[in-house]
């Protein structure tokens, strides 16, 4: 019932910046928290950030607090995730997804899921 499409990736120097963004279908967007996650080679997908569906509350992992910003823009059914300071670790593909923020931080992700962006960041 959501589908979504994430854009913005590409090949960064350590120390720069990317803006991704997922764009979603569907008139239930609204409805969801919304977050994002990355998986590197050879590594299990892990979360990165969350926002709530009002985008009030966000959430990080700590690996990417104080770097990394997700928001939203109801009006056009997308989320952002403003990427600074990048690391070569960064490096992954980059998926967002739309499920559930609980009142612990706790993200839940339902099963919609976006077809990746890659993310590249050179030493």
């Known amino acids: 019932q959501v589908q979504l499409v994430e854009s913005g990736g590409g090949l960064v120097q350590a120390g720069g910046s990317l803006r991704l963004s997922c764009a979603a279908s569907?008139?239930?967007?609204?409805?969801?928290?919304m977050g994002w996650f990355r998986q590197a080679p050879g590594k299990e997908r892990e979360f990165v950030a969350a926002?709530?569906?009002?985008?009030?509350?966000?959430y990080y992992a700590d690996s990417v607090k104080g770097r990394f910003t997700i928001s939203r823009d109801n009006a056009k059914n997308t989320v952002y995730l403003q990427m600074n300071s990048l690391k070569p670790e960064d490096t992954a593909v980059y998926y967002c997804?739309?499920?559930?923020?609980?009142?612990?931080?706790?993200?839940?992700?339902?099963?919609?899921w976006g077809q990746g962006t890659q993310v590249t960041v050179s030493s």
């Open positions: 997804n739309a499920g559930s923020l609980r009142y612990s931080g706790t993200y839940y992700p339902h099963d919609y």
């Open positions: 569907g008139r239930t967007f609204s409805s969801y928290a």
């Open positions: 926002i709530s569906w009002s985008g009030g509350s966000t």
